[in-house]
């Protein structure tokens, strides 16, 4: 039996709590007695996700001091960190702490900003599972796979929770979507895209945090109300059970890897249509689990197909079923981590350091390093004026600029880190955010920017007129 505590950010809804969760009850069926506790860096909780995790047998301490979190480290025997680029682990795998067997399990596919996989982060850890095989094929990863010291361990679904699933009868063609809404994740143009989709009585139901810009959206292209916002639902078996198609298209840059939300759509028999994008492309195989569709006109007539051809949708719908059963089993992967824990108990606990890391090293600079080479534009502009890296900078996609672990999530936690306020500023600029802009520019310089290298930028968020956001 080993003491395993697991480190998140949060505990959410879903991601990781909810596989941490769902590891935990797996691994108490199948006879494994590992000990499972777990520590938030921040307090935020979602109180559903504490009884389920209190009922799994884990003991959850919330947003610690330090103090109490090196007494958890010291009493532990595996710490497993579920990780993403963000500023919260970061500061925690950068911090001193008591001598550990440290294991990644990383929720990224690691190859593409802000969510990248270093050198730093590779060789810093003892173990890493990742939940894509994509993210094994990463040059930083080639020594931890020669040393059998990764593995690929998917994110854990909770199928419990669509026992006794039973599609039930509904009055319009339904298109679901569940997870997060915003334009870190979804398809940039998914309003538009499935606005001109040609069927009659089409419904597009989202579950999830909706950004409002979304929103606005499709309340202006489609007022019929055809889009159906229904933020984070708890219970989503009567959403499945209400779906014709799993309607899931990502953005290019998309970080996703092994997508619970996908694997329980497919395990209720609702056909997927998504993009290759992330590790999607290893999830649905096109015309035997689903449909892998390549821009946007053919993601409008994969939909109309699907509805025009309802053996196929059932033939599809029943082959992801049955491959999602095969292939997303919840048993194998405790089992997976009970031979990783295993491995790691023949190890001696380890004190360790991260590299550079010290109290004259700026907010800005840990950003550009957790980006690992993959943004070569902010270790540019950190050195200096660079007019084109201020440009690259400026037309950063949504992602790493809005999405989790990009400059806006960065600067939310650091606010006074100049550097940070300047490329905010030039990403509202070119979004023609233009007041925003302007109050990013000005703190800058307030925190120290050369005036001489704002004053242009400046200038043109003053002489512009604003968008109403």
Not at 105 to 134: C, E, H, M, R
Request: with cysteine; charged share 25%.
């Amino acid at each position: 039996m080993a003491k395993i505590l697991h480190i998140l950010d949060r505990l959410s809804g879903g991601g990781p709590a909810r596989s941490l969760i769902a590891l935990a009850e797996v691994q108490g069926r199948l006879g494994m007695p590992h000990r499972h506790r777990a520590v938030t860096l921040l307090p935020d909780a979602y109180p559903y996700a504490l009884i389920l995790a209190k009922r799994a047998g884990i003991h959850v301490l919330r947003g610690p001091d330090p103090s109490a979190l090196r007494k958890e480290i010291a009493g532990a025997d595996i710490v497993q960190v579920h990780f993403w680029n963000n500023p919260y682990f970061y500061e925690f795998l950068r911090s001193a702490w008591p001598a550990m067997r440290l294991l990644l399990w990383s929720k990224i596919l690691g190859d593409k900003p802000p969510q990248v996989i270093t050198n730093l982060l590779a060789n810093y850890v003892d173990f890493i599972a990742v939940t894509s095989p994509d993210t094994l094929d990463l040059p930083v990863l080639e020594p931890a796979v020669r040393q059998s010291s990764a593995a690929v361990v998917p994110g854990i679904a909770d199928f419990e929770r669509l026992s006794a699933f039973e599609p039930r009868p509904h009055d319009t063609f339904n298109v679901g979507y569940i997870g997060t809404v915003n334009r870190g994740k979804i398809h940039p143009n998914y309003v538009a895209m499935s606005e001109g989709i040609d069927i009659p009585n089409v419904r597009f139901v989202l579950c999830g945090a909706a950004e409002e810009e979304l929103r606005r959206a499709a309340a202006t292209l489609a007022p019929d109300g055809r889009f159906e916002f229904r933020g984070f639902v708890e219970n989503i078996k009567p959403v499945l059970e209400t779906l014709d198609v799993f309607g899931y298209p990502l953005c290019e840059d998309t970080y996703a890897t092994s997508e619970k939300s996908l694997q329980e759509a497919m395990y209720a028999g609702v056909p997927p249509v998504v993009f290759p994008h992330g590790g999607i492309r290893r999830l649905v195989r096109h015309g035997e689990t689903g449909l892998v569709v390549h821009s946007e006109a053919e993601y409008r007539e994969a939909i109309q197909s699907l509805y025009h051809n309802p053996a196929e949708r059932r033939r599809l719908g029943a082959n992801a079923r049955a491959y999602a059963r095969r292939h997303f089993s919840p048993e194998e992967a405790g089992r997976q981590f009970d031979r990783i824990y295993a491995r790691l108990m023949e190890e001696p606990k380890r004190e360790r350091r991260w590299e550079g890391a010290g109290p004259e090293e700026s907010p800005a600079r840990r950003f550009a390093e957790s980006l690992g080479g993959a943004a070569a534009q902010f270790p540019a502009s950190l050195s200096g004026s660079d007019s084109e890296a201020e440009r690259l900078i400026a037309a950063s996609s949504p992602l790493l600029a809005m999405g989790e672990g990009g400059v806006f999530h960065y600067r939310a936690h650091y606010p006074n880190d100049p550097c940070l306020r300047f490329w905010s500023g030039l990403i509202l600029l070119a979004q023609r955010r233009f007041p925003n802009a302007e109050q990013e520019l000005r703190a800058a310089i307030a925190l120290g920017t050369d005036p001489t290298r704002v004053a242009g930028y400046l200038s043109a968020a003053g002489a512009m007129e604003p968008v109403h956001d």
